[in-house]
């Protein structure tokens, strides 16, 4: 069973910043695409930003030019650094991991809660 865990979660004034983190317990080689994901209070959740096998950024556009994904050399672990946060960024932030052995299956963690005061 993989694991993953996101830590790095905690209130920040608007205009100020937060790096995430996310580690995965699966073999580097089994390890596909992540990402992460966030639900803020009455929402649905939905994508953030994701890192491909081949190490491709995607990124929401509401936050685009903010935040920064990036992937570690050993490629089960993920970052996101958040700069100029807002309080619509207020949200559980989850870290996705895909994994393609011995079959495709995706692997959530159990979140990050990230608060932005006004």
């Known amino acids: 069973q993989v694991q993953v865990a996101e830590s790095g979660g905690g209130l920040v004034q608007a205009g100020g910043s937060l790096r995430l983190s996310c580690a995965a317990s699966?073999?580097?080689?089994?390890?596909?695409?992540m990402g992460w994901y966030r639900q803020g209070p009455g929402r649905e959740r939905e994508l953030v930003a994701s890192?491909?096998?081949?190490?491709?950024?995607l990124y929401a556009d509401s936050v685009k030019g903010r935040f920064t994904i990036s992937r570690d050399k050993n490629k089960s672990t993920i970052y996101l650094q958040m700069n100029s946060l807002k309080p619509e960024d207020t949200a559980v932030y989850y870290c996705?991991?895909?994994?393609?052995?011995?079959?495709?299956?995706?692997?959530w963690g159990k979140g990050t809660l990230v608060t932005v005061s006004s």
């Open positions: 699966a073999p580097t080689f089994a390890i596909d695409a």
């Open positions: 890192v491909s096998k081949s190490d491709l950024p």
């Open positions: 996705k991991t895909d994994v393609n052995w011995p079959i495709f299956t995706d692997y």
